[in-house]
Every structure is written in structure tokens, then in C-alpha cells.
T-cell receptor, first 115, second 117 residues
Framework: QQQVKQSPQSLIVQKGGISIINCAYENTAFDYFPWYQQFPGKGPALLIAIRPDVSEKKEGRFTISFNKSAKQFSLHIMDSQPGDSATYFCAAPCLFTSGTYKYIFGTGTRLKVLA | GAVVSQHPSWVICKSGTSVKIECRSLDFQATTMFWYRQFPKQSLMLMATSNEGSKATYEQGVEKDKFLINHASLTLSTLTVTSAHPEDSSFYIC?????????????FGPGTRLTVL
């Protein structure tokens, strides 16, 4: 079973600080790496995703960095806010034996931003 | 994005009963839907892939006779937990991929909290 290793497991950041979450994958069906944000009791929401044609993607305060040779990608949250406190999951697409693909999710990072 | 709804949002049932959870894709037709299970403070685990008009594909270790999946239309998939037991208590979440956005983006429903007494 393919794995996606995510770290840290939990993270506490002061308001205005930078939150950094890292993920490493083994093999992928193709290069597309999404990040999800999940609040307690809610379904995960697609936050941002990166495709293979760029090594970095920025959307507002959220940035994904991608290092293909190292098989790693990371999420940076700039100017972290208390409202960003949630659990974040990275994911990587892995091949099914049938030729289709499924997303394997990281173990999650619980972020708490202190006011 | 994609709008995915689930019903009910939570359910409490007695051990031995069956529970049906509905997942609807509200803004596009989904030939494939995915069912995940999430235990407290854990990651998302794919249970099965629901295919419209054909049998679902189950992940290793997931009992197909216990978790019945029906994908009768392009906008509706149902997951029935048969003879539920306390260990089935979990957060069940369905998901769809929107082919209109390149096909890679996957969107989740709001989830269904199942508690089996």
C-alpha cells in the first residue's frame, strides 16, 4: 500500500506567523497534489492544488511548493490566522491495479493558531 | 468546485440495525463516487469506489456484504451499513471528481456521523 508521509502531526503557531506542513510520497500516477482543510465535524474542503508544470503555486496566503526529485511537497500558510485552525491533509494520486487512480491521504496535521 | 450533499448528517442507531447514507452530486453527473471512513483524529480511508450502473470496487479489508453500495443514478450513491455494530461508529464521507475541471479535483460531502449504540 502506497503511503504519503505528512509532518508535523500537530502545529501551534502564533497569529501572523508562518505555518509549514510537509508531505512526502513514494510513487504517483501523475503529478497533481491537493491539500485539504477540515474543520471539526465537517467534510474536507479542497484548499489548493499544484500541477506538474510549476514548482510553486500561490493562492492568497496559501502556497504549495513542490520538489519532484525529492518526491516532496509542502504547504505554507503565511500570516496565519486563528480561523486557519483546522486539520490539513495532503494527498497524492496512486494507481489502482485497474489502471484508474485513487488519492492516498497523509495522516493529517492539526494546526492551532493562537490569537 | 462541486457541490456534494449527504443525508443524514448524523445518525444514532442500535446495534444490529442497518443504516443508509445518501450522497448526491448536485451540480454535475458523477459516474464515479467515492466513500471514505474517518475515525476520530485519523486520516481519510477509502472504503470503496461507487460506479454508476455497475458493482462497486471495494478496498482491501472492507467487507462488501456489510457495506452495501448502490449507485443507481448519475447523481446519487448510497452506502448501507448492514447489521451495524459499535465498531462501525465513524464519520462517513462521500466524494466526487468533477470531470469538467480536468478530472483531478476531488470534492467531499459534509459527512455523516454514525453512532452505533
Amino acid at each position: 500500500q502506497q503511503q504519503v508521509k505528512q509532518s508535523p502531526q500537530s502545529l501551534i503557531v502564533q497569529k501572523g506567523g508562518i505555518s509549514i506542513i510537509n508531505c512526502a510520497y513514494e510513487n504517483t500516477a501523475f503529478d497533481y497534489f491537493p491539500w485539504y482543510q477540515q474543520f471539526p465535524g465537517k467534510g474536507p474542503a479542497l484548499l489548493i492544488a499544484i500541477r506538474p508544470d510549476v514548482s510553486e503555486k500561490k493562492e492568497g496566503r496559501f502556497t504549495i511548493s513542490f520538489n519532484k526529485s525529492a518526491k516532496q511537497f509542502s504547504l505554507h500558510i503565511m500570516d496565519s490566522q486563528p480561523g486557519d485552525s483546522a486539520t490539513y491533509f495532503c494527498a497524492a494520486p496512486c494507481l489502482f491495479t485497474s489502471g484508474t487512480y485513487k488519492y492516498i491521504f497523509g495522516t493529517g496535521t492539526r494546526l492551532k493558531v493562537l490569537a | 468546485g462541486a457541490v456534494v450533499s449527504q443525508h443524514p448528517s448524523w445518525v444514532i442507531c442500535k446495534s444490529g440495525t442497518s443504516v443508509k447514507i445518501e450522497c448526491r452530486s448536485l451540480d454535475f453527473q458523477a459516474t464515479t463516487m467515492f466513500w471514505y471512513r474517518q475515525f476520530p483524529k485519523q486520516s481519510l480511508m477509502l472504503m470503496a469506489t461507487s460506479n454508476e450502473g455497475s458493482k462497486a470496487t471495494y478496498e482491501q479489508g472492507v467487507e462488501k456484504d456489510k457495506f452495501l453500495i448502490n449507485h443507481a443514478s448519475l447523481t446519487l450513491s448510497t452506502l448501507t451499513v448492514t447489521s451495524a455494530h459499535p465498531e462501525d461508529s465513524s464519520f462517513y464521507i462521500c466524494s466526487v471528481r468533477n470531470p469538467g475541471l480536468g478530472g483531478n479535483e476531488q470534492f467531499f460531502g459534509p459527512g455523516t456521523r454514525l453512532t452505533v449504540l
